[in-house]
């Protein structure tokens, strides 16, 4: 996506343009994919006819990726434009987390997200939380993603269920059908009063003061009930950013690496606690009856930097 250029905007315009576009994308390009099914029994996907025709899409050459890139580590581009280099998986097993969806193969990530994901789940049942269920992260390179996200591309992003793990392993059938849970009301103005807890707090909280981490993206409502219930220590609450979707999971996005020259920084979310006017405006009609988003075009390889052609002839 080209970025767009504006001259003279009013301030409130521009921020409501802002998350209106985030909410769209992620509503159109992977807000309601991360509770897909997955399979026991997965197939490769058909050889390309023809991988090198410009027109092809990127994320049929990304999505048909099953090993890293033998590179050093490498976050290249922007979040919603870019591949991995030097991918690390998190093992599917930890002594506090368990990866879902395993037949999805996006386990991988940048090894920044690999120690803040252990690091999170090692420190979960301090606050009650017994481990993490973890959902997608990125592709083996990174770059686009056939079904789901928008994001997720540079090994940086990662989703997080609102289910805590058991204290078993799952059976891998579970880790493909089982469902997470769902925390918002079904009319998506507030949270499901016998869901939501003290422990939910205290996760987002644990979550949001990581080192690193830059945003936890959440659903309006989840927002809400923490703009209304935290009590104390407020300082952690701007990094909770609103997004639709994400009643069943929370999406933590981390900083770009040092080593990665060629990754391109978001813009840090503003200072104030964001419950205000800003969060109010989730709940209008206009954002809560939306019209139905534009089919957007798949990204091609030529939007994409040139590094990430590099990433997909690497052995």
Avoid at 58 to 87: D, Q, V, W
Avoid at 129 to 137: E, H, I, K, P, Q
Wanted: proline letters at 11%.
């Amino acid at each position: 996506m080209r970025p767009i250029r504006v001259t003279v905007w009013h301030r409130q315009s521009l921020v409501q343009f802002a998350v209106l576009l985030t909410a769209t994308l992620a509503i159109a390009c992977g807000g309601a994919a991360a509770q897909d099914l997955g399979t026991l029994t997965p197939k490769p996907l058909p050889v390309l006819a023809h991988p090198d025709d410009p027109h092809t899409p990127a994320k049929e050459l990304f999505g048909r990726e099953t090993t890293p890139a033998a590179m050093p580590a490498r976050s290249i581009g922007y979040y919603t434009h870019g591949c991995l280099a030097g991918g690390v998986a998190l093992p599917i097993n930890g002594p506090t987390w368990q990866v879902m969806r395993l037949s999805r193969n996006r386990n991988w990530g940048h090894p920044n997200l690999i120690r803040t994901i252990e690091r999170i789940a090692n420190k979960a049942p301090s606050i009650g939380w017994n481990g993490l269920l973890v959902g997608d992260m990125a592709q083996p390179r990174g770059g686009p993603m056939i079904t789901g996200h928008w994001s997720h591309q540079l090994g940086l992003d990662a989703d997080i269920w609102l289910t805590p793990m058991p204290n078993r392993e799952l059976t891998r059938k579970e880790r493909e059908e089982m469902m997470a849970t769902n925390v918002v009301a079904d009319d998506w103005m507030d949270v499901n009063p016998k869901v939501w807890s003290p422990t939910y707090i205290a996760l987002y909280k644990m979550v949001a003061q990581q080192p690193g981490i830059e945003r936890v993206l959440a659903n309006p409502a989840i927002k809400k009930a923490l703009c209304r219930d935290v009590k104390g220590d407020r300082s952690w609450l701007h990094k909770i950013r609103p997004v639709p979707g994400h009643n069943y999971h929370f999406h933590i996005r981390i900083g770009c690496p040092s080593d990665s020259p060629g990754c391109k920084s978001q813009t840090p979310p503003p200072h104030d606690e964001g419950c205000g006017k800003d969060l109010d405006w989730w709940f209008s009609k206009a954002v809560r009856e939306p019209k139905p988003p534009v089919k957007s075009k798949p990204i091609l390889m030529s939007a994409l930097p040139a590094a990430c052609r590099q990433i997909l002839a690497a052995p």
